[in-house]
């Protein structure tokens, strides 16, 4: 079907406006190495070595990137890679910054990276609090904060995507405000799920909400992935991402019953090392499942909204009288 000449699903490179590939990569770099951040951390909270290390922003009175590298023995080791992996997460945001106020076009998108680095910013200083104060909200906090930023940074490579920023014409022709809905929803469920697992993690008490919040987050995906099935099985930009976030609901799933049975049972007798993987792989896959659930989220919304809506509007009326 064409419109003005366009057929619907092509996608439109307007010559007027040029993308730079830099934003893209750094922000793709920068939620990678977020990641791994969230597990070392998960990591630290299982092993109990959040006070490990007794001061901050020094390390025992080490510049905290000169400590010596033959003393991060046990707990140490834990909580001071904690902290230099979180360094060099904080640096990829400042790179990542300078990046989009050099190469990004888009205001909007240059403001959102601002947004990033006053969030990694704060989330350094929480946890620095957490250190010093010795505050279990602190931690809860902390951990809240983390799951936020992995967010962001994962909006941050959507949004600089060639997918995104080549701006399709293509539009979801049936229930695309359904599935937008549903996708908002469940992200937000997802979230909330691991604010749940963080207080959880910390305090020991609320398994009760956690196990409740789960049942909701797995009924909505199964929900996300019937409506996909039944009414956008042919687009994989959105059929592709809801297989995925269902396949890792499988594994969180597996993950919590085992890490449950585990750690509050006597049904399974494991050894210490491996519930503290179990529950740091299961913080870590519901980290997955809220990066998968936002992609398609933002998937959804792009592909059903009018083009009207979406960055570089202008051009494409210019071009196209949208």
């Known amino acids: 079907m064409d419109v003005n000449g366009v057929r619907l699903g092509a996608v439109v490179d307007p ?4 993308f730079s590939r830099w934003p893209h990569r750094i922000a793709v770099v920068l939620a990678c190495a977020t990641f791994p951040l969230l597990f070392i951390g998960g990591l630290v909270t299982s092993k109990g070595a959040g006070l490990a290390v007794p001061d901050w922003p020094t390390t025992f009175g080490h510049n905290m990137l000169l400590y010596p590298w033959s003393k991060m023995v046990g707990n140490i080791f ?9 360094s060099w997460v904080g640096l ?7 990046t989009f106020w050099l190469r990004e076009q888009r205001t909007w998108l240059r403001w959102l990276g601002f947004a990033a680095l006053a969030l990694v910013i704060a989330q350094g200083i929480i946890g620095g609090l957490r250190v010093v104060l010795l505050q279990h909200v602190l931690a809860i906090i902390h951990g809240a904060t983390a799951q936020a930023f992995f967010a962001l940074t994962v ?3 959507v949004f600089t995507s060639a997918q995104w920023t080549h701006l399709p014409v293509e539009k979801v022709v049936n229930d695309g405000r359904r599935l937008r809905r549903l996708c908002i929803v469940t992200t937000a469920l997802i979230y909330l799920q691991v604010v749940s697992g963080a207080v959880l ?3 020991g008490e609320r398994v009760d909400a956690h196990l409740a919040i789960a049942a909701l987050v797995a009924l909505h995906v199964i929900l996300i992935l019937i409506r996909v099935s039944r009414h956008f099985a042919t687009s994989t930009l959105l059929a592709r991402p809801a297989m995925i976030l269902f396949a890792l609901l499988l594994l969180q799933l597996a993950l919590g019953g085992v890490s449950y049975f585990a750690k509050y049972t006597t049904a399974l007798r494991l050894p210490m090392d491996a519930i503290v993987l179990l529950t740091t792989s299961h913080l870590a896959v519901g980290a997955l499942m809220l990066a998968a659930s936002i992609a398609l989220t933002l998937t959804s919304y792009r592909l059903s909204a009018p083009a009207r809506h979406v960055p570089g509007r202008e051009v ?3 071009q196209f009288s949208l």
């Open 15 to 18: 010559p007027s406006i040029s």
């Open 316 to 318: 494409l009326r210019q």
């Open 78 to 86: 834990y909580e001071h890679s904690h902290r230099l992996v979180a």
């Open 92 to 98: 990829l945001t400042i790179a990542l910054v300078l």
């Open 155 to 157: 909006c941050l490579a």
């Open 201 to 203: 993690r910390h305090t």
